[in-house]
């Protein structure tokens, strides 16, 4: 019998949850990620309460051997809980406690052995940073595969001249490559900024439970949590100064959520561009030929529709409004906690994945394969005011402007061309 199906469902906590808040249709294990990191976790614990002489090795053996398995990808059917639900993250902690322990047999305890020394909250918490710290390290592998791409189109359309929009009115010539340098630089930008904050993650409260206080976690415990943790994960964690700190502005992940937006914000404003210069392709602009991936139109025959540029520009709507629910979160802490933690680093996780996701199609079905059009673009470089441009570093603003109110611009651009 196949192990994973041979692993009884989680305990009594989970069959709970499971009835009373199921609504959001986003289970736990749809966040493998998570599932890892939290289960990582446990593991860190029952390390520490082995060293601090809290649970026995054998028990350690069975939790981590369980934890290990979880982290290797089975048993995920363990995890029904939804990720939304309320008290939190309660039912998300009682049923990893539950889910390892099944998975342990013998006899280990959810609660006294699994869960010892430990919160909800801190456990938790530290689970959530682990998953943003490892999935923001996916995203800017994701986001630099798109630099590189944009980078080389900007090289191979460097010689080309087009005319610069601004206002969507004519302005001055420019390189065609402009546009591609420009993304690829202010999206490199970002991803240097995301490490900076990413750095932040890295502060956990594990250890000191519920509010910060550290009650119902001893000091010999404390003493071996945060080494624990980072022989598990390979990662430098270490603990806030103020310990009542992180229970109540879980700011970093708000802070992570909005680096996460400027990303997707930047490479919708490029898509949005991207649309603009390949349209027509008779009565548009014409100076771009997207990728064809597939048919535009069930109407019209022929019809090629920029639908990468358009997924990527609706993934970004969908990761303002999670983002826009993050930040307001961060806000809806009260007191001494801030019970809206959990919901703040799922969806970041779903903001996450989605421009992974997204910018990875985005990259090597459209941006890869953009083609220019180099006569129409040189035809618009030459079109009237790039020339007007040209003749005001010889005879300066106010002699053409007034020229153009007297004689109109096609008057004065003839007598340029002639000169």
Not at 327 to 351: K, S, T
Not at 369 to 398: F, T, W
Request: hydrophobic fraction near 40%; proline fraction near 3%; aromatic fraction near 6%.
């Amino acid at each position: 019998m196949d192990n994973e199906m041979s692993v009884p469902i989680a305990g009594g906590q989970t069959e709970l949850s499971v009835r009373n808040m199921l609504f959001s249709g986003k289970v736990l294990a749809s966040f493998p990620d998570y599932v890892k990191a939290i289960v990582s976790v446990k593991k860190s614990c029952a390390v520490a309460n082995f060293k601090s002489g809290g649970i026995n090795e054998e028990k350690l053996k069975l939790i981590s051997s369980a934890c290990d398995s979880i982290v290797a990808g089975k048993h995920l059917n363990l995890f029904p809980v939804d990720v939304y639900s309320g008290g939190g993250g309660v039912a998300i902690n009682m049923n990893t406690n539950e889910a390892v322990a099944a998975v342990a047999g013998n006899g280990i305890s959810p609660t006294d052995d699994v869960n010892m020394s430990q919160s909800t909250v801190d456990a938790c918490s530290t689970g959530l940073r682990l998953a943003l710290y490892r999935m923001t390290l996916l995203m800017e592998e994701t986001l630099s595969e798109l630099v590189a791409a944009l980078f080389s189109k900007g090289r191979d359309f460097a010689e080309i001249n087009t005319i610069a929009r601004t206002c969507w009115q004519d302005g001055m010539r420019v390189s065609a490559g402009a546009l591609f340098t420009a993304t690829a630089s202010a999206l490199k930008r970002q991803i240097d900024l995301l490490e900076h904050y990413r750095e932040q993650l890295k502060k956990v409260n594990l250890g000191w439970t519920v509010i910060g206080t550290g009650t119902g976690a001893g000091d010999k415990y404390r003493s071996h949590i945060l080494a624990a943790l980072r022989e598990v994960t390979g990662i430098d964690f270490g603990w806030r100064d103020d310990k009542c700190d992180l229970s109540q502005y879980p700011d970093d992940i708000a802070a992570v959520s909005s680096a996460v937006r400027r990303i997707a914000e930047i490479v919708s404003k490029f898509a949005k561009d991207l649309r603009l210069l390949s349209s027509g392709p008779e009565a548009g602009l014409g100076e771009l030929t997207l990728p064809e991936t597939q048919a535009g139109s069930s109407f019209f025959p022929g019809k090629v529709n920029p639908v990468m540029a358009e997924m990527f520009m609706q993934c970004a709507m969908l990761v303002g409004g999670n983002d826009n629910v993050v930040q307001q979160a961060l806000g809806m802490g009260e007191v001494h906690l801030n019970i809206w933690e959990p919901m703040m680093g799922f969806l970041v996780m779903e903001n996450i994945t989605m421009i992974i996701n997204a910018a990875g199609s985005f990259t090597e079905k459209c941006v890869k394969g953009i083609r220019i059009n180099r006569e129409v673009c040189e035809g618009h470089a030459q079109s009237k005011m790039p020339l007007i441009i040209d003749g005001k570093e010889r005879y300066g603003y106010a002699y053409l402007a007034g020229r153009i109110k007297k004689e109109g611009i096609d008057a004065v651009v003839k007598s340029l061309q002639q000169k």
